[in-house]
């Protein structure tokens, strides 16, 4: 297990997972987030090569659609 900061909050998760198996695990659904890591905003691609250790920091926001 590792320790990261996910939204100002301290999380544990699996050690060795790129970032997209990281949202995964946190309960997030990965195409419906946009993902700051270690304050840069990674494009979509480069996550499944992004691995995610300790103390690396994320920003992630979700993206609600809907409108009038």
């Known amino acids: 297990m590792i320790s990261l900061q996910v939204n100002g909050e301290p999380r544990r998760c699996s050690a060795g997972l790129n970032l997209e198996q990281v949202l995964a695990e946190l309960g997030y659904q990965p195409r419906l ?36």
């Not at 990674?42 to 809907?66: C, F, K, M, N, Y």
């Open 33 to 68: 987030v946009v993902v700051e890591f270690n304050g840069t905003i990674l494009p979509r691609q480069a996550w499944p090569a992004q691995i995610v250790g300790e103390s690396d920091v994320l920003e992630v926001v979700t993206i609600v659609g809907g409108g009038s």
